[in-house]
């Protein structure tokens, strides 16, 4: 048996710290989303550690992450969920279709609080 979801976390995950650098879109008991440092673009992170959500928080995660991307983006993106850099702990982005290209150019957005404007830095 795997220990209930509410414990499970771990301290030196970086999706379990979940610091506050970059913009937060949306917070909830099951997931949140905020851009990724890496690539800026959104990215829901389940609440729990681990790499199975239940279905309902799959569900849940990926259409709260859809809503966001399409107010950003339009129709321009996929969900990308192949967990690269954290591959223990569920999560997911949406890329727009230059995301790779912008990468290095964006300029990285700021916490301003959850669900706020969105602001960028320079
Ligand atoms: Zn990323
Ligand atoms: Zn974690």
């Not at 809503?67 to 983006?73: K, Y």
């Not at 993106?77 to 727009?96: E, G, K, L, T, Y």
């Not at 150019?105 to 669900?115: A, I, K």
Request: include cysteine; charged fraction near 25%; proline fraction near 7%.
């Amino acid at each position: 048996m795997s220990p209930a979801p509410d414990q499970q976390h771990d301290p030196d995950c970086e999706l379990c710290q979940a610091d506050r650098f970059t913009h937060w879109y949306h917070e909830d008991e099951i997931c949140w989303v905020a851009d990724c440092e890496a690539c800026g673009v959104p990215m829901v992170v389940w609440r729990h550690h681990g790499t199975e959500p239940p279905d309902a928080d799959v569900e849940h995660a990926l259409s709260v992450l859809n809503g966001i991307a399409e107010q950003r983006f339009g129709d321009a993106f996929s969900i990308d969920r192949q967990m690269r850099q954290v591959p223990d702990h569920f999560h997911a982005h949406a890329r727009d279709t230059d995301w790779w290209s912008k990468r290095m150019t964006r300029p990285l957005s700021r916490y301003t609080g959850v669900g706020g404007d969105r602001e960028t830095i320079g």
